[in-house]
Nanobody
Framework: VQLQASGGGLVQAGGSMRLSCAAS????????MGWFRQAPGKEREFVAA????????NYAESVKGRFTISRENANNTVYLQMNSLKPEDTAVYYC????????????????WGQGTLVTVSS
């Protein structure tokens, strides 16, 4: 599976942004999908994940109620809708394919996208 993330950019605090991740290959539906982020000088951290069917989701506490992950299996695409953005959300965001949406850690990821930079200005 090859993953191509897009949609990053500059946004003011309180604003919204939607990230997309397009996957190639016929095995997209065989993976849980997730988003991670990495801020300068920090480790990569889990943001959100979604089950293979899209019925189950999992979020980091820091983004609950603000971010929504979704997927369209017909289009091999996963999205991350980010609302009420804060300066501390500034990071490079990576989409990822893994096995279990309830337990997604960087070490267990099967495939990574290339990352897209999100900058939230105060």
């Amino acid at each position: 599976v090859q993953l191509q993330a897009s949609g990053g950019g500059l946004v003011q605090a309180g604003g919204s942004m939607r990230l997309s991740c397009a996957a190639s290959g016929r095995t997209f539906v065989g993976y849980s999908m997730g988003w991670f982020r990495q801020a300068p000088g920090k480790e990569r951290e889990f943001v959100a994940a979604i089950s293979r069917s899209g019925a189950g989701t999992n979020y980091a506490e820091s983004v609950k109620g603000r971010f929504t992950i979704s997927r369209e299996n017909a289009n091999n695409t996963v999205y991350l809708q980010m609302n009420s953005l804060k300066p501390e959300d500034t990071a490079v965001y990576y989409c990822a394919a893994g096995k279990d949406y309830l337990v997604m850690r960087p070490v267990g990821i099967n495939y990574w996208g290339q990352g897209t930079l999100v900058t939230v200005s105060s």
